[in-house]
Structure formats: structure tokens, C-alpha cells
């Protein structure tokens, strides 16, 4: 028995019934074809494109569930069986954690087709947004982040027109964005919409602050801790560059390299390790002033009217948004380097004519790149490594225009699978791809750098 006849035991088989009976048997036959090799007549870029498909079909089935969510809210179905919510009905019957349960419930109300209590058709609350998921354009955890951010703002003492732009908008970048930079333009998105109230109250992170440290019993020490912003993107700023995975070599005699090492910790040891190193560091210093020595630079970029009128929000070097009145706090004990940007992103020249960049250059690359700048990776600009995008044996200039920053792998590894960087009018860098990998060579840009190209013109 399938599952749309357990739905209709006793009586004949519903157009629905039927509908989810061609569904199951048409994907039974797609997992026959994909085990039995049937992938292996894609190249690599048509396996893509199979992939893409596939994720807009399965982004797609969530409509469904909106629906019968809202007929099962329609017919009263929680009350019926007995259950305190709709909640709960999903727990129940189909073993869905209470979260997740939620969930469901919430994107159905959001962008599900409603019904009056009349029983007249209506718009979804986020019609925008329900008809790009429709389409497969977004998928359900996107869904869930935008839901969430208007959510924020949509009550009374709120524009109900800044509310549909910011729906337009943020729909608009889910057909382009990943959740991680999806995010970060929500946040931005709501902050415009609300400039007062979308970042977390101050005194209410001074109050959270917590940090308790405790022997155990084999010797070690536990613990829990909740820190400020502040605080955080200081420690962060430290432990970042420590942890970085280290990769050992061994060398022959003649001198030439044989072998990789690859470091074995995880994150969480590495994290450890860094901060222990930290420490060492501190108890070798023989004359720590009473300051307790320069702190780390901590990399902040903020717009330069934000900050004379100590008003806004900053965003650190791992996206994370503090108060100006934060980064103020913060340069009383660091030291401030300003990096002028144009309205694309472009940082405005620092050039030295030298093969390796600056300090300050490299501070620039920061602002502009935000990290390692091939398309598709997220690794903080902590973890990468200047490279001149024109080789500078080869002529190439060591200034903003042709350096980009890069993690170690791709500074290392693009070359020889056939990528080439430029620099585009916008004074960014976008990256060329090999025919096997887009046979007409598309120029790409980092999302992370169009992401905060975006942010910066809706300034």
C-alpha cells in the first residue's frame, strides 16, 4: 500500500491519489537510471546542470506541503485529533522534530495560497517570495531566512510599501545568493527598514556577558562563555591566523618536495591549540606594559558618514555587524587604517612600488575582498595570501588593481585546473573558468564581493 492509498482506504483512489502514485513510480525509475551509471554520459558541466535541475525540482515540493497545511488548518485537523496544534499533528504523524514541525507550519502561513474565512481565495503574506519557490527558485531554507528577517518588521509603526520592497529584494538576491551571504543582505535589508532597532541592544550584550572555566575530573578544564561584540571580533582576530590547518612538507636532499603532511585536528583542537599558543606567547614577554601590550589589528569596514556621525553599523572581517559606538570603543585601543572605497567596492590606489604588499595595501585587499576571492569560496581574509594577478616577474605592479587576495589552495591550485583572474571596470576581481566548466567562460565574481557591491549602492 502506497501512501496517497493509505489516505483513501475504502474508497476510490483520488486524483491526488493517482497523482502521487505517477510521482513515486517516475522516481523510483530516476534512482534506478542514476545507480546504473545513467550520470555518466554528462560532462562536467552537464552534471551541473542536472544537479541544478534536480535542487529546483525538490525546492519545488514544499508548495505542496504548504497546501496541506492549510487545508489541514482549514478542516480544524488538530482539533479532531485531539492534538494542542498543527504542531504537534506533525510530530505525531510524521515524526518531525517540534522544530522543524514549526517550520513547516510558519512557511505555509508565509508563502502558501490562503483562504478568507469566507472562504474566497487570497494572496500568500509574501506573494513574491511564494511564487520564486513555486518555480523552484528558492529553496526552503531560504525561504525560512526571509520569512524570519520581515518578520521583524512587519507590524504597526512599519511602511507595509518597505515591507514589499524589501520582499522584492531579498527574493531577487535568493536567485543569487547563498543562505550564508543571503543573510548578510537580510540583516542589511531589515537594518534599512529599521535602523534603530536591527542590531542587538547594547546594554543587553553587556548584560549576557558570561565566561566560567572549571577543573575536571581527569585533569582538564570545561567550561561556557558568552561574549560582547567587541570582545569577540578580538579574540576572533587572534585565534584565526593561529588555527589556520597546517601543511607540513618533506624536503629531499637535492631539495625538492615530495610529500604533504595535512594536518589531522579538527577545528575545535586547532582552535585550542591557537589559543594556547596565545599564552605562551604572553608568558614569554618579559615586560608586558600595564596596557597589556599592542593589541591585534581587528579589520573593520564602515562607511566613512556612519562613522563621523557615530551612528550605523560595521562589518567585521567574518561578517558579523557591531555598532559604531563599538568600533569607536575598539580604536581607543587599536590601531585605525582608513581605506577610502568607491561605490562598486573598488578600494581607491595605495600602490608601492615593491614585490610584496604592504600592510596597509593588504588592508585594503581586506576591505575590497572581504576574503579569498575565487567564486564559491568562504575562507575569512585571515586565512588567505596576497596574489598579483599579472605575475610581478612578469611585469605585474604590486598595487590594488592587480593583487587579490586567495586561501592557500586556490592561490596554489587555480592555475593548473585552467582558471584566470582579471581585474573587471568595476576595479574588482572576476575569475575566467575553463571550457569544462563553462564552455563560453562567464566571468565570475566572488558572491561575498557582489554581495557587499550590492549593499554598498543601496546606500
Known amino acids: 500500500m502506497n501512501s496517497g492509498e493509505l489516505g483513501s482506504i475504502g474508497a476510490e483512489p483520488t486524483a491526488a491519489d493517482l497523482a502521487l502514485d505517477v510521482l513515486s513510480t517516475d522516481l523510483d525509475h530516476l534512482i534506478k537510471i542514476v545507480e546504473d551509471g545513467g550520470l555518466d554520459g ?10 541544478q535541475s534536480f535542487e529546483r525540482l525538490r525546492n519545488r515540493l514544499p508548495v505542496i506541503d504548504h497546501q496541506v497545511i492549510i487545508d489541514a488548518q482549514r478542516r480544524n485537523l488538530a482539533d479532531a485529533l485531539t492534538q494542542g496544534s498543527l504542531n504537534r499533528v506533525l510530530v505525531q504523524s510524521l515524526r518531525l522534530s517540534p522544530g522543524e514541525a514549526a517550520r513547516h507550519v510558519h512557511a505555509a502561513e ?13 494572496d500568500p503574506t509574501r506573494p513574491l517570495l511564494g511564487a520564486a519557490q513555486r518555480t523552484g527558485d528558492v529553496s526552503p531554507e531560504q525561504v525560512q531566512l526571509i520569512v524570519k528577517a520581515l518578520a521583524s518588521v512587519d507590524r504597526p509603526g512599519f511602511d507595509p510599501a ?28 531589515v537594518a534599512a ?27 582538564g578544564f570545561s567550561g561556557e562563555f558568552r ?23 618533506i624536503t629531499k636532499s637535492d631539495g625538492t618536495t615530495v610529500q604533504q603532511d595535512r594536518d589531522e585536528r579538527t577545528r575545535g583542537q586547532r582552535l585550542h591549540d591557537a589559543l594556547e ?4 606567547r604572553v608568558f614569554r614577554v618579559a615586560d608586558v606594559p600595564d596596557s597589556g601590550g599592542t593589541p591585534a589589528t581587528v579589520i573593520v569596514t564602515i562607511a566613512l558618514d556612519d562613522l563621523l556621525a557615530k551612528m550605523g553599523h560595521a562589518t567585521t572581517s567574518d561578517g558579523a555587524l557591531i555598532s559604531t559606538t563599538q568600533v569607536l570603543r575598539l580604536a581607543d585601543q587599536a590601531e585605525i587604517v582608513p581605506t577610502v572605497l568607491t561605490r562598486s567596492g573598488a578600494v581607491l590606489d595605495l600602490g608601492r612600488s615593491r614585490r610584496i604588499a604592504s600592510r596597509t595595501q593588504t588592508i585594503a585587499l581586506i576591505a575590497r575582498d572581504g576574503g579569498c576571492s575565487f567564486p564559491g ?17 612578469d611585469g605585474g605592479e604590486t598595487n590594488l588593481d592587480n593583487l587579490t587576495l586567495l586561501c592557500s589552495y586556490h592561490h596554489h591550485n587555480f592555475a593548473s585546473r585552467g582558471w584566470t583572474c582579471r581585474m573587471n571596470s568595476d576595479r574588482l576581481p572576476e575569475w575566467i573558468p575553463p571550457t569544462w566548466v563553462d564552455r563560453h567562460q562567464v566571468p565570475l565574481l566572488n558572491k561575498r564581493i557582489t554581495a557587499a557591491r550590492l549593499a554598498r549602492m543601496q546606500r
Open 42 to 51: 554528462y560532462d562536467n558541466s552537464g552534471l551541473i546542470g542536472f544537479m
Open 110 to 122: 508565509a508563502v502558501g495560497n490562503r483562504v478568507s474565512m469566507l472562504g474566497q481565495p487570497l
Open 162 to 189: 518597505d515591507i514589499t520592497e524589501g520582499e522584492r529584494l531579498l527574493t531577487g538576491f535568493a536567485m543569487s545568493f547563498s543562505p550564508k551571504e543571503l543573510s548578510k543582505l537580510a540583516a542589511r535589508t
Open 193 to 219: 527598514i529599521d535602523p534603530d532597532g536591527a542590531l542587538p541592544d547594547e546594554q543587553l550584550q553587556q548584560d549576557r556577558r558570561h565566561f566560567d572555566m572549571r577543573p575536571t575530573k581527569d585533569g
Open 227 to 249: 561574549l560582547t561584540g567587541s570582545l569577540g571580533a578580538k579574540l576572533n582576530a587572534l585565534l584565526s591566523p593561529l588555527s589556520k590547518p597546517r601543511v607540513g612538507t
Open 277 to 280: 599558543d596565545i599564552c605562551d
Open 377 to 393: 569560496c568562504d575562507h575569512p581574509p585571515e586565512w588567505c595570501e596576497r596574489h598579483h594577478i599579472v605575475e610581478w616577474v
